[in-house]
C-alpha cells in the first residue's frame, strides 16, 4: 500500500514517527558525552597522577562534573525513550519484546552501574587515596560500553531480526545469544562506537579551540585541547576502514536499504557512485554527481560487481523515494563529514609527529572549533541514514512500522508529541546554562589564578594537588 492509504488507516502513523526520531535526534546528542566522556576524563587524571601534574587533575575535575550533569540530563531523556517504544509501537512490542527488550534490559543494568560509580567519582575527589579513585574510576568506561551494547543490540535485532521461533503468528522461544549476537551488531556496534569516542573528542576539544583563538594558550588549555583531539584523530583512519566494512554489509543484509542510500533505480553491474542528487520516481537522478563503476567497486572490488536495485524490491516492501532520498543525503553528509574529520586528524598527526607540537596555524583552530558540531551533525546523519533507510519496517523483513503503530487518535499523540518538545526545550535550556554558568566559574578561577574550593553538586569538590 501507499503511505497515504496507510496514513488513512493508521492516523496515529505520522505523528508516532515524527516524535520517535524527534526524541531520538534529541538523545543521541548526548551518548558521546555520556560514553566516551569517562574514558577522557580518566586518561587526564591518569596523565595527571602519572607525571603529578595538577593542572591535569584540575582538567579531569571539572569534565567529571559535567560528566554527572549530562549523565543526569541523558538518564531523563533515555527514559522517554524507553517507554515510546511500548506506547507508540505496542503491537511490536507485544509480538516481538521478548527478544527485543532483552537489549534494553541490559542497557538498564549498565545504568544503575554506572550511576554509582559517577557518584563515588565525583565525591571521591580528595575523599579517596588518588590511586583509589582512580581505579574506581576504571569502572565508568565499560559500563558505558556494556549500556551501549545494550541499545545497539536491540537496533541490531530490528535491522537483522534472528534468535526467534514462532508459533503461528507468535514468537514461542528466544535463543538470548542469536537475539543479541545478530549479523548487524558487529559493523553496528564497532561503527558507532568509535564514532562516539570521535565525536566526544573532538566536542571537547573544540571548546578549548575557540579559547586557543582567543588568545587562552597556556599549559592548560593546550592539554585540554591535545589529549581530547589526538584520541579522535587516531580512530578517524580505523573509522574509515569500519566504515566501508559497514557499507559493504548493509548491502548483503539488507539490499532495499543499499539501494536506497545509494539511489540505484535498476538492478545492474557497473554501478555509479552518486554524490548528491534526487531520484524521481521514474528512477531519474538529479543535480547529483555521477562517478562512473565506483559504488559496484566498492562493494565488490570489481566494476563488474552486481548492484540491486529498488525496482527488484515490491513497492511495500521498500523505501520510498522521498524516504531514498532522506537516507541518500543523509549517507553523504555523513560521508563528507567524516572525511573533513579525517582531513584535519591528518594535519594534527603529521604536525605532532613531525614537529613533537601542536600546530600554531589559526586556519587548523577554527576547523577545529567547527569539528564538535561536524561531528554531532555526522552522527545524526548516521543515525538517519539507518532508520529511515530500514522504512517501511520497524522490524526488517517481519514487521511494517505500520503494523506496530498505536490505534490511539492521533490527536494524543500528536499533544504528547507538542508536550515533549516542550519538556526537551526546559530541559536543554537549564542543561546549556548550567554548563555556561560551569564555564564562567572555572574561568574566573583560571583568571585569580587560585584554587577556590567548590563545595558540593554541580561544582564538585575541590582540586586535588601535589606538593613540591
Do not use: C
Request: aromatic share 12%; hydrophobic share 55%.
Amino acid at each position: 500500500m501507499t503511505s497515504a492509504v496507510w496514513l488513512e488507516i493508521e492516523p496515529a502513523l505520522l505523528p508516532s514517527r515524527i516524535q520517535m526520531a524527534f526524541t531520538l535526534a534529541s538523545h543521541v546528542l548526548l551518548v558521546p558525552l555520556g560514553v566516551a566522556l569517562p574514558t577522557l576524563t580518566l586518561l587526564m587524571e591518569g596523565i595527571g597522577l602519572a607525571r603529578k601534574d595538577g593542572t591535569a587533575l584540575r582538567i579531569a575535575r571539572r569534565w567529571s562534573v559535567v560528566m554527572a550533569v549530562q549523565f543526569a540530563v541523558g538518564a531523563v531523556t533515555g527514559t522517554i525513550l524507553s517507554f515510546e517504544f511500548g506506547i507508540l509501537w505496542p503491537r511490536m512490542m507485544g509480538r516481538f519484546g521478548s527478544a527485543f527488550g532483552l537489549g534494553f534490559a541490559i542497557e538498564g543494568l549498565a545504568f544503575f552501574l554506572e550511576a554509582i560509580f559517577i557518584g563515588i567519582y565525583l565525591y571521591g575527589w580528595n575523599r579517596l587515596r588518588p590511586r583509589t579513585h582512580f581505579l574506581l574510576g576504571l569502572v565508568l568506561p565499560p559500563a558505558g560500553l556494556l549500556g551501549a551494547f545494550g541499545v545497539l543490540a536491540a537496533n541490531a535485532w530490528m535491522n537483522t531480526p534472528a534468535g526467534i521461533t514462532f508459533q503461528g503468528a507468535n514468537v514461542s522461544d528466544v535463543d538470548v545469544m542469536a537475539a543479541l549476537f545478530t549479523r548487524a551488531l558487529g559493523y553496528e556496534f564497532w561503527h558507532f562506537m568509535i564514532a562516539i569516542y570521535m565525536t566526544a573528542g573532538f566536542v571537547v576539544a573544540s571548546i578549548y579551540a575557540v579559547a586557543w583563538l582567543r588568545g587562552r594558550r597556556d599549559h592548560y588549555q593546550r592539554l585540554a585541547f591535545a589529549v581530547p583531539f589526538t584520541v579522535a584523530a587516531l580512530l578517524t583512519p580505523v573509522q574509515l576502514v569500519v566504515g566501508d566494512l559497514s557499507a559493504r554489509a548493509i548491502a548483503e543484509d539488507q539490499p532495499a536499504k543499499f539501494a536506497a542510500v545509494e539511489i540505484t533505480w535498476q538492478t545492474r553491474d557497473h554501478n555509479p557512485e552518486v554524490i548528491g542528487g534526487l531520484l524521481d520516481d521514474s528512477g531519474t537522478v538529479h543535480f547529483g554527481i555521477s562517478v562512473p563503476a565506483l559504488d559496484s567497486v566498492l562493494v565488490g572490488y570489481s566494476p563488474g560487481t552486481v548492484i540491486q536495485g529498488l525496482t527488484s524490491f515490491p513497492t511495500n516492501s521498500r523505501p520510498s523515494t522521498v524516504e531514498a532520498n532522506i537516507a541518500h543525503l543523509a549517507f553523504d553528509v555523513m560521508v563528507g563529514l567524516g572525511s573533513a574529520g579525517a582531513a584535519l586528524a591528518a594535519w594534527h598527526l603529521w604536525v605532532l609527529v613531525r614537529r613533537r607540537r601542536l600546530s600554531e596555524s589559526r586556519w587548523f583552530y577554527r576547523l577545529a572549533a567547527l569539528a564538535g558540531a561536524g561531528s554531532y551533525v555526522a552522527v545524526e546523519a548516521g543515525w538517519i541514514t539507518t532508520e529511515v533507510g530500514r522504512q517501511p519496517w520497524i522490524v526488517y523483513g517481519m514487521m511494517r512500522v505500520s503494523e506496530a503503530v498505536t490505534s490511539a487518535p492521533a490527536a494524543f499523540v500528536w499533544s504528547m508529541l507538542a508536550t515533549l518538545v516542550a519538556i526537551y526545550v526546559l530541559i536543554a535550556f537549564f542543561f546549556i546554562a548550567l554548563l555556561l554558568r560551569l564555564a564562567a566559574r572555572w574561568r574566573q578561577e583560571d583568571l585569580r589564578e587560585s584554587a577556590t574550593p567548590e563545595v558540593g553538586v554541580p561544582y564538585g569538590p575541590r582540586p586535588r594537588t601535589f606538593s613540591a
